[in-house]
Protein backbone atom coordinates (compact mmCIF):
# COMPACT_ATOMS: atom_id res chain seq x y z
CA UNK A 1 0.00 0.00 0.00
CA UNK A 2 1.21 3.39 -1.12
CA UNK A 3 1.21 6.00 2.00
CA UNK A 4 1.65 9.57 0.41
CA UNK A 5 2.54 12.19 3.53
CA UNK A 6 2.24 15.37 2.55
CA UNK A 7 4.05 17.67 4.94
CA UNK A 8 5.84 20.84 5.97
CA UNK A 9 6.87 23.24 8.44
CA UNK A 10 5.05 25.92 7.30
CA UNK A 11 1.36 27.05 7.72
CA UNK A 12 -0.37 27.85 4.34
CA UNK A 13 2.10 26.58 1.68
CA UNK A 14 -0.60 23.86 -0.08
CA UNK A 15 -0.60 21.39 1.88
CA UNK A 16 -4.22 20.61 1.85
CA UNK A 17 -4.83 21.81 -1.71
CA UNK A 18 -1.72 19.02 -2.80
CA UNK A 19 -3.17 16.38 -0.43
CA UNK A 20 -6.66 16.92 -2.28
CA UNK A 21 -5.29 16.75 -5.94
CA UNK A 22 -2.47 14.13 -4.69
CA UNK A 23 -5.37 12.02 -4.00
CA UNK A 24 -7.55 12.74 -6.89
CA UNK A 25 -5.00 11.85 -9.01
CA UNK A 26 -4.20 8.66 -7.83
CA UNK A 27 -8.21 8.30 -7.63
CA UNK A 28 -8.43 8.91 -11.26
CA UNK A 29 -5.34 6.75 -11.89
CA UNK A 30 -7.57 3.56 -10.40
CA UNK A 31 -6.46 3.30 -6.96
CA UNK A 32 -8.60 2.99 -4.46
CA UNK A 33 -7.92 5.90 -2.13
CA UNK A 34 -8.03 6.75 1.50
CA UNK A 35 -7.69 10.12 2.21
CA UNK A 36 -6.68 11.14 6.00
CA UNK A 37 -6.60 14.40 6.98
CA UNK A 38 -4.80 14.91 10.25
CA UNK A 39 -4.75 18.31 10.86
CA UNK A 40 -7.37 18.45 13.94
CA UNK A 41 -7.49 21.93 14.36
CA UNK A 42 -8.54 22.87 10.85
CA UNK A 43 -9.98 19.33 9.11
CA UNK A 44 -9.89 21.56 6.09
CA UNK A 45 -9.32 18.55 4.24
CA UNK A 46 -12.51 16.54 5.88
CA UNK A 47 -14.80 19.81 5.25
CA UNK A 48 -13.44 19.98 1.04
CA UNK A 49 -13.87 15.80 0.97
CA UNK A 50 -17.76 16.75 2.62
CA UNK A 51 -18.44 19.78 0.70
CA UNK A 52 -16.93 18.67 -2.60
CA UNK A 53 -18.92 15.26 -2.62
CA UNK A 54 -15.08 13.17 -2.92
CA UNK A 55 -15.73 9.75 -4.40
CA UNK A 56 -13.21 8.11 -1.99
CA UNK A 57 -13.50 8.45 1.83
CA UNK A 58 -11.74 11.13 3.56
CA UNK A 59 -11.27 10.24 7.65
CA UNK A 60 -10.20 12.63 10.24
CA UNK A 61 -7.03 11.27 12.37
CA UNK A 62 -5.31 14.00 14.00
CA UNK A 63 -3.29 11.53 16.78
CA UNK A 64 0.07 10.96 17.55
CA UNK A 65 -0.03 7.06 17.19
CA UNK A 66 -1.60 7.63 13.70
CA UNK A 67 1.44 5.23 12.08
CA UNK A 68 -0.08 2.47 14.66
CA UNK A 69 -3.45 2.93 14.01
CA UNK A 70 -4.10 3.40 10.66
CA UNK A 71 -2.56 0.41 8.99
CA UNK A 72 -5.27 -1.32 11.08
CA UNK A 73 -8.00 0.57 9.29
CA UNK A 74 -6.17 0.66 5.65
CA UNK A 75 -4.30 -2.11 5.69
CA UNK A 76 -5.83 -4.75 2.75
CA UNK A 77 -8.59 -2.49 1.91
CA UNK A 78 -6.84 0.65 -0.03
CA UNK A 79 -4.19 0.56 -2.68
CA UNK A 80 -2.99 4.02 -1.62
CA UNK A 81 -3.84 6.41 1.34
CA UNK A 82 -3.23 10.11 1.46
CA UNK A 83 -2.24 12.10 4.44
CA UNK A 84 -2.63 15.81 5.44
CA UNK A 85 -0.71 16.99 7.77
CA UNK A 86 -0.91 20.43 10.58
CA UNK A 87 1.89 22.68 10.60
CA UNK A 88 4.29 20.93 12.19
CA UNK A 89 5.81 23.67 14.53
CA UNK A 90 2.73 23.28 16.38
CA UNK A 91 1.50 19.41 15.80
CA UNK A 92 5.33 18.15 15.48
CA UNK A 93 4.70 14.50 16.94
CA UNK A 94 1.80 13.71 14.54
CA UNK A 95 3.51 14.83 11.78
CA UNK A 96 6.10 12.63 12.16
CA UNK A 97 3.57 9.78 13.24
CA UNK A 98 2.73 10.26 9.13
CA UNK A 99 5.66 10.22 8.17
CA UNK A 100 6.54 7.03 9.97
CA UNK A 101 4.16 5.29 7.83
CA UNK A 102 4.84 6.93 4.38
CA UNK A 103 6.14 5.15 1.16
CA UNK A 104 6.00 8.75 0.33
CA UNK A 105 6.68 12.45 1.72
CA UNK A 106 5.83 15.60 0.16
CA UNK A 107 7.14 18.57 1.08
CA UNK A 108 4.96 21.15 -1.36
CA UNK A 109 6.53 24.76 -1.05
CA UNK A 110 6.91 28.27 -3.38
CA UNK A 111 9.88 28.52 -4.34
CA UNK A 112 10.74 31.81 -2.19
CA UNK A 113 13.45 32.74 0.70
CA UNK A 114 10.75 32.41 3.45
CA UNK A 115 9.77 29.23 2.08
CA UNK A 116 13.41 27.74 1.81
CA UNK A 117 14.24 28.91 4.77
CA UNK A 118 12.14 26.59 6.60
CA UNK A 119 13.19 23.65 4.70
CA UNK A 120 16.29 22.31 7.17
CA UNK A 121 13.43 21.71 9.72
CA UNK A 122 11.41 19.60 7.00
CA UNK A 123 14.64 17.67 6.73
CA UNK A 124 15.46 16.83 10.67
CA UNK A 125 11.91 15.36 10.89
CA UNK A 126 12.50 13.16 8.45
CA UNK A 127 15.90 12.52 10.20
CA UNK A 128 14.26 11.53 13.09
CA UNK A 129 11.87 9.77 10.86
CA UNK A 130 14.70 7.45 9.38
CA UNK A 131 16.29 6.87 12.92
CA UNK A 132 12.78 5.85 13.69
CA UNK A 133 12.46 3.03 11.38
CA UNK A 134 16.30 2.08 11.70
CA UNK A 135 17.20 4.22 8.82
CA UNK A 136 14.55 2.99 6.26
CA UNK A 137 13.55 7.01 5.44
CA UNK A 138 10.62 7.17 2.84
CA UNK A 139 10.86 8.76 -0.77
CA UNK A 140 11.06 12.55 -0.45
CA UNK A 141 10.37 14.80 -2.64
CA UNK A 142 9.48 18.61 -2.78
CA UNK A 143 7.20 19.96 -4.52
CA UNK A 144 7.09 23.52 -5.53
CA UNK A 145 3.73 25.35 -6.13
CA UNK A 146 2.23 28.14 -6.93
CA UNK A 147 5.06 29.38 -8.96
CA UNK A 148 4.77 31.40 -11.38
CA UNK A 149 5.62 30.81 -15.04
CA UNK A 150 8.69 31.97 -16.70
CA UNK A 151 10.00 33.21 -13.15
CA UNK A 152 13.83 32.75 -13.32
CA UNK A 153 13.29 31.63 -9.30
CA UNK A 154 11.64 28.72 -9.90
CA UNK A 155 15.28 27.28 -11.41
CA UNK A 156 17.38 28.79 -9.10
CA UNK A 157 15.37 27.57 -6.20
CA UNK A 158 15.46 23.85 -7.62
CA UNK A 159 19.25 24.32 -7.90
CA UNK A 160 19.45 25.15 -4.16
CA UNK A 161 17.33 22.30 -3.36
CA UNK A 162 19.14 20.25 -5.05
CA UNK A 163 23.11 21.38 -3.73
CA UNK A 164 21.08 20.51 -0.43
CA UNK A 165 20.73 17.19 -1.30
CA UNK A 166 17.10 17.03 -2.01
CA UNK A 167 15.16 16.35 -4.91
CA UNK A 168 12.22 18.68 -6.79
CA UNK A 169 10.03 16.91 -8.63
CA UNK A 170 10.14 18.69 -12.44
CA UNK A 171 6.28 19.43 -12.69
CA UNK A 172 5.22 22.43 -10.88
CA UNK A 173 2.09 23.47 -9.33
CA UNK A 174 1.63 26.98 -10.72
CA UNK A 175 -0.38 30.18 -8.90
CA UNK A 176 -3.48 29.41 -10.39
CA UNK A 177 -7.55 30.08 -9.71
CA UNK A 178 -7.68 26.57 -10.66
CA UNK A 179 -6.17 26.33 -7.05
CA UNK A 180 -6.73 29.04 -5.01
CA UNK A 181 -10.84 28.83 -5.72
CA UNK A 182 -10.61 25.12 -5.60
CA UNK A 183 -11.66 24.59 -1.61
CA UNK A 184 -14.69 23.64 -0.88
CA UNK A 185 -15.51 21.69 -4.30
CA UNK A 186 -15.26 18.64 -6.30
CA UNK A 187 -11.92 17.82 -8.68
CA UNK A 188 -12.11 16.59 -11.88
CA UNK A 189 -9.21 16.20 -14.20
CA UNK A 190 -6.44 16.34 -11.14
CA UNK A 191 -4.55 13.66 -13.38
CA UNK A 192 -4.06 15.77 -16.19
CA UNK A 193 -3.37 18.54 -14.12
CA UNK A 194 0.38 19.41 -12.77
CA UNK A 195 -0.49 17.40 -9.42
CA UNK A 196 -0.78 14.24 -12.08
CA UNK A 197 2.01 14.77 -13.32
CA UNK A 198 3.69 15.17 -10.50
CA UNK A 199 2.14 11.92 -8.99
CA UNK A 200 3.26 9.94 -11.83
CA UNK A 201 6.96 11.43 -11.17
CA UNK A 202 6.88 10.62 -7.95
CA UNK A 203 5.87 6.83 -8.24
CA UNK A 204 8.50 6.53 -10.39
CA UNK A 205 11.20 8.10 -8.48
CA UNK A 206 10.35 4.62 -6.09
CA UNK A 207 10.91 2.62 -9.03
CA UNK A 208 13.76 4.17 -9.91
CA UNK A 209 14.62 3.53 -5.54
CA UNK A 210 14.20 -0.40 -6.32
CA UNK A 211 16.01 -0.49 -9.47
CA UNK A 212 18.86 1.19 -7.88
N1 LIG B 1 -1.19 26.59 -6.67
C1 LIG B 1 -1.89 27.51 -6.00
N2 LIG B 1 -2.27 28.67 -6.60
C2 LIG B 1 -2.96 29.61 -5.94
N3 LIG B 1 -3.33 29.51 -4.66
C3 LIG B 1 -2.98 28.39 -3.99
C4 LIG B 1 -2.26 27.34 -4.61
N4 LIG B 1 -2.06 26.35 -3.70
C5 LIG B 1 -2.64 26.77 -2.57
N5 LIG B 1 -3.20 27.99 -2.72
C6 LIG B 1 -3.90 28.78 -1.72
O1 LIG B 1 -2.99 29.06 -0.67
C7 LIG B 1 -3.65 29.00 0.60
C8 LIG B 1 -2.98 27.95 1.48
O2 LIG B 1 -3.18 26.67 0.88
P1 LIG B 1 -3.50 25.39 1.76
O3 LIG B 1 -4.65 25.61 2.66
O4 LIG B 1 -3.54 24.23 0.82
O5 LIG B 1 -2.16 25.35 2.63
P2 LIG B 1 -1.86 24.52 3.96
O6 LIG B 1 -0.39 24.31 3.94
O7 LIG B 1 -2.73 23.32 4.02
O8 LIG B 1 -2.27 25.55 5.09
P3 LIG B 1 -2.42 25.22 6.69
O9 LIG B 1 -1.01 25.18 7.21
O10 LIG B 1 -3.20 26.39 7.19
O11 LIG B 1 -3.11 23.92 6.81
C9 LIG B 1 -5.10 28.69 0.30
O12 LIG B 1 -5.83 29.89 0.24
C10 LIG B 1 -5.04 28.03 -1.07
O13 LIG B 1 -6.24 28.19 -1.79
MG1 LIG C 1 -3.92 22.62 5.58
Not at 58 to 78: F, S
Not at 189 to 198: E, P, Q, R, T, W
Request: proline letters at 6%; aromatic letters at 6%.
Amino acid sequence: MLVITVLNLKGGSSKTTSAAFIAHAMHESGLKVLAVDADGENESLLQWGSLGEWPFPVIGMAVPNLHRQLPGIANGKYDAVVIDTPPMKEQRSIVLSAARLATHVVCPMAPTPIEYNRLPAVRQLLVDVADLRDGDAPAFAVLFTRTVSNAASTEVYREMVAEDGDYVLKPTIGRLERYSQAFGMPIENALNSAYGDAVIELLDLDVQKEIA
